[in-house]
DNA sequence: AGTACTGGTAGACAGTGTCTATGAATGAAA
DNA sequence: TTTCATTCATAGACACTGTCTACCAGTACT
């Protein structure tokens, strides 16, 4: 019952063919039929594993919150970075996903998923979110921890969200955003050299 | 062809339909078979006015961003409010809106339509940006206006997201948006006495 | 009076998610 | 070995969606 990427089952193959296919056509096409045809079954076989569609979607994006997880952790490896060094990676990892993975992205954070609470937000994106509250603690020993990180994290989803379909760039007329994470993690967090 | 509420044709009944439909009954049930039903017309009526879904959507989108601009000027008023003050009243309509109106801030800002284009972000967002800019010049004049506002909007935006779909308040414990909103102000702005 | 045109109707079409009945294959029990 | 039960996928129906097209009742104009 596990979702190994050895386990053969069709519940993991519709899964794979879910995560290939919102990374590659993007989030619209990710329909239960369209995900069943690609695993060479048919449009009603997904329901002995995921009674709902959304349960689908929800298994999807939970892949996403890993690879990002992943991605994070690697990133930033175990090395003697400064918390603040470290935060910018974790945002510059961040801002990359939603870029290079915008389908995913916007399946992770669509309304009807997230509502539904069958994503359990506990134990995929909760994790990431301790380890920037441990260092966002570090690099302000005097701040509320989880306060600040919330409100960075928020900063940081609102950049990908709005940089994501051109928002800032028409309203800020920047081309790119890295001066926009960068005016987020100084507001937040201090400038780099403190 | 204007949008006025004087206006007694279908194509401004059924823009109204849409205000209301998604005000009380949320976004999901917001389908044109469904608009058309409540204005008391065919589903292929809208056709005549709105060539696509997407169209019908992007006019009642645009209502939105006309009600969230019309309730920040009416808050800022004219007064002689400092510029920091002004800006936490800004930050409160804009959060109070997506709260309490979390079915129109959905729509305004759903991927599809922001990246179909038919949305016209040039005439709805833009202004209020405008002033956001304006006032983030002159609460801090020796920093780059149109950065820090897209950085402040970004997290404004960011947390009526995250907290509109409770991962603020899984994340950080909180129960209260608040001090998550003033956490941003000062990050951004600087504390409130300066 | 006749003729365009405006603005709405009604039905078809392909596609969607869900539900149900059916059937093939597998493995356990007799 | 034969029966039986369970697992797992199929196929079709259903209600619903957005779009397209044919039609048609008025209205206004020549």
Same mark, same amino acid.
């Given at each position: 019952?596990?979702?190994?990427?050895?386990?053969?089952?069709?519940?993991?193959?519709?899964?794979?063919?879910?995560?290939?296919?919102?990374?590659?056509?993007?989030?619209?096409?990710?329909?239960?039929?369209?995900?069943?045809?690609?695993?060479?079954?048919?449009?009603?076989?997904?329901?002995?594993?995921?009674?709902?569609?959304?349960?689908?979607?929800?298994?999807?994006?939970?892949?996403?919150?890993?690879?990002?997880?992943?991605?994070?952790?690697?990133?930033?490896?175990?090395?003697?970075?400064?918390?603040?060094?470290?935060?910018?990676?974790?945002?510059?990892?961040?801002?990359?996903?939603?870029?290079?993975?915008?389908?995913?992205?916007?399946?992770?954070?669509?309304?009807?998923?997230?509502?539904?609470?069958?994503?359990?937000?506990?134990?995929? %994106? *909760?994790? &990431?979110?301790?380890?920037?509250? +441990?260092? @966002?603690?570090?690099?302000?020993?005097?701040? $509320? =921890?989880? !306060?600040?990180?919330?409100?960075?994290?928020?900063?940081?989803?609102?950049?990908?969200?709005?940089?994501?379909?051109? %928002? *800032?760039? &028409?309203?800020?007329?920047?081309? +790119?955003? @890295?001066?926009?994470?960068?005016?987020?993690? $100084? =507001?937040? !967090?201090?400038?780099?050299?403190?």
């Amino acid at each position: 019952m596990n979702e190994n990427e050895a386990d053969t089952g069709l519940r993991a193959r519709l899964i794979e063919v879910g995560v290939d296919l919102v990374s590659t056509a993007g989030a619209q096409v990710l329909t239960l039929r369209e995900i069943a045809r690609r695993a060479g079954v048919s449009h009603g076989a997904p329901r002995r594993y995921f009674p709902t569609h959304l349960e689908l979607l929800s298994a999807i994006a939970r892949r996403g919150f890993a690879d990002l997880g992943a991605r994070a952790t690697e990133a930033l490896g175990d090395g003697g970075a400064s918390p603040r060094a470290r935060l910018t990676t974790l945002g510059r990892v961040y801002l990359d996903f939603a870029f290079t993975q915008p389908g995913m992205y916007e399946l992770m954070f669509r309304h009807d998923l997230l509502e539904s609470g069958k994503l359990g937000l506990r134990e995929t %994106s *909760l994790p &990431l979110f301790g380890v920037l509250v +441990d260092l @966002v603690g570090r690099a302000r020993p005097e701040a $509320d =921890a989880a !306060l600040v990180a919330g409100a960075l994290w928020a900063n940081l989803h609102g950049i990908a969200q709005l940089w994501g379909w051109g %928002s *800032l760039q &028409l309203a800020t007329g920047a081309t +790119d955003f @890295v001066p926009l994470l960068d005016a987020a993690l $100084d =507001a937040h !967090l201090g400038p780099e050299e403190r």
